[in-house]
């Protein structure tokens, strides 16, 4: 059942982002609205609308979330692999896991480490930059 349910989701999410659905749904719309002097802009008309998208909005959401959900877990499950094959530090594996606050101490962590370092790779760039022996041993030669 699972993988049918998959089978269908991933298919129908493809095709919802198709031009041609969007294409087709427009159509849809516009011929609904022409026709509405047709049925007197009647109760019935409008409920034929309504409960249309109303139908549509309710599975797609679903269908959605589903792939959605299988992308991003697969996502997580790849970016984990290749902390741990790498000189990256493990704690950072499942930290998707963690509470916002947690996530945001570790993002933290993070930019202050890359800030670290860039101030450091521009010292270092600068030590390189400067001439031999500093200004003393220019003005001496």
Request: charged share 20%.
């Amino acid at each position: 059942m699972e993988k049918y349910f998959t089978a269908i989701a991933n298919k129908v999410a493809y095709l919802a982002g198709k031009p041609v659905t969007f294409l087709a749904c427009l159509a849809l719309i516009i011929i609904w609205g022409v026709s509405g002097p047709v049925f007197g802009y009647s109760d019935t008309w409008q409920l034929i609308i309504n409960t249309g998208t109303t139908i549509v909005t309710f599975l797609m959401v679903f269908l959605i979330q589903n792939t959605q959900n299988r992308d991003g877990a697969a996502m997580q499950a790849k970016l984990d692999e290749l902390i741990r094959i790498s000189e990256a530090k493990n704690e950072f594996i499942g930290i998707e896991h963690l509470t916002e606050a947690e996530v945001e101490e570790f993002r933290s962590k993070c930019e202050a480490a890359a800030k670290k370092a860039s101030r450091e790779i521009a010292k270092a760039e600068a030590d390189a930059a400067a001439p031999l022996g500093g200004p003393d041993a220019q003005a001496a030669a």
